[in-house]
């Protein structure tokens, strides 16, 4: 069995301020944010390889991990950036206040009907779906038999990848729900993966998964 752990970066910036911060550069972890994965980091257990998203919040996570986990391992452990795991580009939307997002005839698309939404002048939902899950494929393929990889990545490709685990879908990834600095766990035994959260397993058949 190979182990995934996927945990979203700790309290940013963009988090404080409310808004949509997509690749804008600037956006950082605040204090409060590099505590959270301090303590995080903690209850992690033994990691193998570190995968995170090329986008500063992420790396800054990443490393805080690293220094808190990999003094007790092995010096084999890798750490790599994969722009795979990188934050949606929401085109037009990136730096927008929540609050009027949510005002915005397309705001209910994208809840709605996640799979069919492309943002404006950004990425389509589609795109982001699939290469989360082809990341968290080749993290899956890279490790051996009862190791475990960490995958640092942002809210919405987190819920990607938990819904391509579940058998859910891209068209259902709004029902899942993940806060800075949580994680959860993917336990992959062949072709099925296991989700753990807060102690409850959700089972579901992962390859060939709808998008």
């Known amino acids: 069995m190979v182990t995934i752990i996927l945990l979203r970066h700790g309290e940013s910036t963009a988090n404080v301020q409310r808004v949509l911060a997509g690749r804008l550069a600037g956006v950082e972890l605040t204090d409060r944010g590099r505590e959270q994965v301090a303590k995080v980091a903690q209850e992690l ?5 570190i995968r995170h998203s090329t986008i500063d919040r992420c790396v800054d996570t990443a490393r805080i991990v690293a220094s808190n986990r990999i003094i007790a391992q092995s010096s084999d452990v890798t ?3 994969d722009s795979r795991f990188d934050e949606v580009d929401y085109g037009e939307w990136s730096g927008l206040a929540l ?3 949510r005002t915005r005839a397309h705001w209910e698309r994208v809840q709605q009907s996640p799979h069919t939404f492309e943002f404006p002048g950004g990425e389509a939902m589609t795109h982001v779906f699939n290469r989360a899950v082809d990341g968290l494929t080749s993290l899956i393929n890279d490790l051996g038999p009862g190791q475990t990889g960490l995958i640092v990545s942002h ?4 819920k990607a990848m938990v819904a391509h685990a579940v058998g859910a879908g891209l068209s259902n990834f709004q029902r899942f729900g993940v806060q800075p600095a949580q994680f959860c766990v993917l336990h992959v035994q062949g072709q099925t993966m296991t989700l753990s959260l ?3 397993r959700i089972s579901g058949t992962t390859l ?4």
């Open 99 to 101: 609050d009027d997002l």
């Open 79 to 81: 750490i790599e950036a």
């Open 45 to 49: 257990p033994s990691i193998d390889a």
């Open 198 to 200: 807060g102690g409850s």
């Open 155 to 158: 809210g919405d490709v987190i």
């Open 208 to 211: 060939g998964g709808e998008c």
